[in-house]
């Protein structure tokens, strides 16, 4: 079982809808928690939990400048984790298209009967 001072797999911290709106909010500019939140129906320290979970997962950084802190994301680790993905489904397409093409190759088999050359 994970330790909490274990880091925080991408793909697990983007499981949460709020998180991933908040990661697309914080892909085009720099926003304070101030900012986040109020685009939220939750409080600001329940946003400051889920910046810290992206935060722990790579996902985003975090500046302070004076006492705000403002968040913006990390495109260089959204493009591991993209690379992963297309990785994955392009292995698991192949193996669709694999499967899928037996599979039609069967029916065809069994439409047609099997072939007796006459004499």
């Known amino acids: ?6 880091k925080i797999d991408g793909f697990a911290a983007l499981g949460e809808p709020r998180r991933r709106e908040i990661l697309r909010l914080v892909s085009s ?7 986040i939140a109020r685009r939220f129906d939750v409080t600001r320290p329940a946003i400051s939990q889920h910046l810290r979970v992206l935060k ?7 500046r302070r400048d004076g006492t705000k802190r403002l968040y913006r994301a990390r495109p260089e680790t959204i493009a591991q984790l993209w690379a992963s ?18 599979e039609e190759q069967q029916r065809r088999s069994r ?4 072939r007796h050359e006459s004499h």
């Open 1 to 6: 079982m994970p330790t909490y001072s274990q």
């Open 29 to 35: 500019k720099e926003l304070s928690v101030g900012d």
């Open 56 to 62: 722990e997962a790579g996902l985003v950084t975090e």
């Open 85 to 102: 993905l297309e990785v994955f489904w392009s292995e698991s397409l192949r193996t669709l298209k694999t499967a899928a093409e037996y």
């Open 111 to 114: 439409r047609h009967g099997p």
